[in-house]
């Protein structure tokens, strides 16, 4: 991975493609070396990600530092919003 930016999509792509190749028989050593850093550092870059969507779901979800309470609609109170 080199230093431009590249988008989550892009990144899980990327390590799709490394896991593939490292799971084909014919890889030389040196080569499964390099793919499996290339993993490790794409697979940190996607969980960084996620942990930042994590982050802004959370900030999106609260109120004065308390979470809403979100309930599931059900029969009994379908259109009910508290």
């Not at 609609?73 to 259109?79: I, K, M, S, V």
């Amino acid at each position: 991975m080199d230093n431009k930016k590249i988008t989550f999509e892009e990144a899980m792509e990327n390590l799709e493609k490394v896991v593939s190749e490292l799971e084909s028989e014919d890889v030389p050593l040196e080569k499964a070396i390099d793919l499996f850093q290339e993993g490790v550092k794409l697979s940190g870059y996607c969980s960084q990600k996620l942990d930042q969507v994590e982050q802004k779901i959370e900030m999106l979800i609260s109120e004065d530092g308390q979470k809403k309470a979100f309930h599931p609609l059900n029969d009994d109170n379908q259109g009910d919003m508290d």
